[in-house]
């Protein structure tokens, strides 16, 4: 979250300077993926691609503090999967699983890094976020919206069109299923 300064870092972003609106893609986009991993997981980064470039569209009409920002973020993030979900309906695609693998030293950019190093990089991260997927998609999503994007029960209440009573239960049971595999799985803190 950025804090005292959102509203002058929107003000320039919504003004055209890069570096604001870059200030707020550094702050919100992480949040977007680790959601849309596990509400949209085959299209995470398609979907926050076409959510960031809706974003800009409307940047310049926005109004409203931090929270309504997150919210409206998620909101078009949310909008833009089940656009995706919709597309992907119409016109199923046929699995790449048969394409060979390419070598990471075949890769532009990670000559020289150490697969390792790369799969240890973010091992906890995708591994909490794999296991929030697996819950109910409502207590997921709830999950996620509530830890990962920030967004009060009220906003994302509204976000999923819930009453806030019910996002307080479905994060609950979520938060107590994820502790329940947890503990069966023998992790401690």
Known sequence: ????????????????SE??????????????????RVTAPEAAEDIA??????????LAKFRGNEQNWRAWLFTTARRRAADQMRRTARRPAVSLEALPDLAVA?????????????????????????????????????????VVAGLDNETAARLLGRSPGAMRVAAHRGLRRLAAMLAEAGVTR
């Open 1 to 16: 979250m950025i804090g005292e300064r959102f509203d002058a870092i929107l003000a320039a972003a919504q003004r055209g």
């Open 49 to 58: 691609a076409e959510t960031w470039a809706q974003v800009v569209r409307g």
């Open 19 to 36: 570096a604001a609106f870059a200030e707020l893609w550094h702050d919100g986009n992480p949040a977007l993926l680790r959601y849309l």
């Open 106 to 146: 075949e890769l532009p950019g990670l000559q020289g890094t150490d697969a390792a190093t790369l799969a240890l990089e973010n091992l906890d991260t995708r591994a909490a976020i794999a296991l929030v997927a697996t819950l109910p998609p409502l207590q997921a999503e709830v999950i996620m919206l509530r």
